[in-house]
């Protein structure tokens, strides 16, 4: 069956991860993705390490499945006006050049529409095409510094910490991958006009925080707690005879299942504890005194029995180990392409099936029949 975005053609300027990640799961959906890179390298992750034994850089690898490579050199003219004839044939382009560099090439928006109105451009930056941000790089680990990710991540007592991935290019590739989809739901119910749409990494972390951001706005900044929720409890690491677990208890009834399963009927009614409100207040008492009970047994003993109880419950998995779960589960998490094991697309569709047709690709590897394509009246 062909996928949900079958007939789509998306021109992928973008590079790196917030833009290839939207493009990619776009490819993922059934789309067309030309992803056009510098003849001199392309992709800057196509270096960086670890890598395969053929040299494919996992990073790359990891999010540039499904799409067709060429290279352009936009500084060369008869390059430049493929990618231009490119830009008047797409459905979709994405971009995320320092904003105003794309402009200077004829590549802008505004030049390209004329010719293509139908097409949706979307635009990544780190902080905006206008006003002061405009000129300030774009890098995740500076938006999670400068967007306020940090203060709240990391021990109560230590220093700020990044996330261990790159959250903030990841909410941005997906908030410009539902832009996307939404203005090409809108250019079929608008005679095919299409629209610009533009991401930024600040406000996509600004957004992506959610109930940190408002409770900045509406009842003063968060502090950093750890593992510690600020306002759920318990629900945070807590520490067996062997090894930590995660207690994620999120409202009364799991926390008096919780008392019973460690057998601390008396915690149930104490006044300190015996509303979520109450916990949140007394958290250190708390954490406390379950700790002192689960020194008893071992985790994993204790994950079964919390879980019989309906109490969330739950190691802290390696990745390899976190694959093996999701297998356990019946989630597939992975998808094999070419002999090369991927992480498995995270939406299903029961008409209109994802599927992993390719590898991602080599530089320039399709650049021949893309150019053949592109010189030619089609």
Known sequence: MAGALDGIIVADF???????????????MGATVIKVERPDGG????????????????????????????????????????????????????E???PGMLES??????????????????????FGSTGDGADMPGFDFLVQGMGGLMSITGPADGEPYRVGVAMVDVLAGLHALAGVLAA????????????????SLMSSLL??????????????????????????APYEVFHAADEPFILATGNDRQYRRLCEVIEAPEMADDPRFVTNRARVKNIVACAKLINE?????????????FLDARVPAGPINTLS????????????????????????????????????????????????EIRRWLASDA
């Open 96 to 98: 995320n050049f320092r």
């Open 105 to 126: 090439f004829g590549l802008g928006y505004d030049a390209v529409r004329p010719s293509n109105p139908g097409l949706i451009y979307c635009s990544i930056s780190g």
């Open 184 to 199: 090409l739901l809108a250019r079929d119910r608008n005679d095919g006009v299409g629209q610009k749409v533009e991401i």
């Open 321 to 368: 180990e976190a694959f093996a779960d999701a297998e356990r589960l019946g989630l597939e998490p992975v998808v094999e392409v070419d002999g090369m094991r991927l992480p498995r697309a995270p939406f299903t569709f029961s008409a209109t099936p994802v599927v992993v047709k390719n590898r991602p690709p080599l530089l320039g590897e399709d650049s021949v």
């Open 43 to 94: 992709d800057d992750t196509r270096h960086w390490p670890p890598y395969l034994d053929d040299g494919t850089s996992t990073y790359y690898a990891s999010i540039n499945r499904n799409k067709q490579s060429v290279t352009l050199d936009l500084s060369n003219d008869a390059d430049l006006a493929m990618a231009k004839t490119l830009a008047q044939r797409a459905d979709v382009m994405i």
């Open 207 to 232: 957004a992506g925080m959610v109930n940190a951001s408002a409770a900045s706005l509406l009842a003063g900044d968060p502090n950093r707690a750890g593992n510690r929720h600020a306002s759920v």
């Open 293 to 305: 009970k689960l020194a008893a047994k071992r985790a994993r003993e204790w994950i079964a029995l």
């Open 14 to 28: 973008s590079r790196v991860l917030a833009g290839p990640l939207c493009t990619m799961h776009l490819a993922d």
